[in-house]
C-alpha cells in the first residue's frame, strides 16, 4: 500500500513538473507581430511561407526583400525571441 502511495506521489510530480516546463517553453515564444524587414505591424495577409514557417509582412513591397536573403531575417526573429508560425501542411513558398 505504501508503495502505491509514493509511485502515485511520484507520477504526479513528474506530470507537474513536466507540465512546468512546457508552460515555460510556450511563454518564451512570442508570435510575431512586426515586419522582419521595415518592422512595423504585420498584416496576416501578407506573408511568405519559408522553409515550414510562414512569416508576415507589413506590405508587399517587403517579400521581395526578404526573398534575397531569408535567413538573416529569421535570426533577426529568432534574436527577438519570435518563432514564427509553422506552414499549413502541403505548403511550401508562397504568400500573397
Do not use: H
Not at 506573408?47 to 534575397?68: H, L, N
Request: with cysteine; proline share 5%; aromatic share 8%.
Amino acid at each position: 500500500m505504501r508503495k502505491t502511495k509514493l509511485a502515485a506521489l511520484s507520477f504526479t510530480l513528474t506530470l507537474v513538473v513536466l507540465a512546468a516546463f512546457t508552460l515555460q517553453a510556450a511563454a518564451q515564444a512570442k508570435a510575431q507581430a512586426t515586419c522582419p524587414v521595415l518592422g512595423g505591424n504585420i498584416n496576416k495577409d501578407v506573408y511568405v511561407d519559408y522553409k515550414g514557417q510562414r512569416v508576415y509582412f507589413c506590405c508587399a513591397a517587403c517579400i521581395p526583400e526578404f526573398q534575397k536573403d531569408p535567413e538573416k531575417y529569421l535570426e533577426k526573429l529568432k534574436a527577438q525571441g519570435i518563432t514564427p508560425e509553422k506552414s499549413p501542411a502541403g505548403q511550401g513558398k508562397g504568400g500573397k
